[in-house]
Nanobody, 118 residues
Framework: QVQLVESGGGLVQAGGSLRLSCVADTSLFSFNAMAWYRQAPGKQRDLIAR???????NYVDSVKGRFTISRDVAKKTVYLQMSSLKPEDTAVYYC????????????WGKGTLVTVSS
């Protein structure tokens, strides 16, 4: 069983920045991709950023230019640098590790809460 542990959430004012971290208990190259999802109250969990094993990244439009996903392979850690935060970014942020065709196999962290005040 893969373990993913997120950290770095908290309360921040609009316009501020936070960096989330996700530490895996195995090599990041064990997976086809690592990603960050978020789930706002009463809403579904949505993908916001992904980094593939080859290092390619993609983002949902709502965070492009504000969020950056990166990784430190030696530390088995994936980061999400979030800038210019907005109240609508308030959500629980989940780390995801995906493998298999079409990312069919998924592992999840327990999440970290980000609250952006206006």
């Amino acid at each position: 069983q893969v373990q993913l542990v997120e950290s770095g959430g908290g309360l921040v004012q609009a316009g501020g920045s936070l960096r989330l971290s996700c530490v895996a208990d195995t090599s990041l190259f064990s997976f086809n991709a690592m990603a960050w999802y978020r789930q706002a109250p009463g809403k579904q969990r949505d993908l916001i950023a992904r980094i593939t094993s080859g290092g390619s990244t993609n983002y949902v439009d709502s965070v492009k230019g504000r969020f950056t996903i990166s990784r430190d392979v030696a530390k088995k850690t994936v980061y999400l640098q979030m800038s210019s935060l907005k109240p609508e970014d308030t959500a629980v942020y989940y780390c995801n590790a995906a493998d298999g065709p079409g990312y069919a196999l998924n592992y999840w962290g327990k999440g970290t809460l980000v609250t952006v005040s206006s």
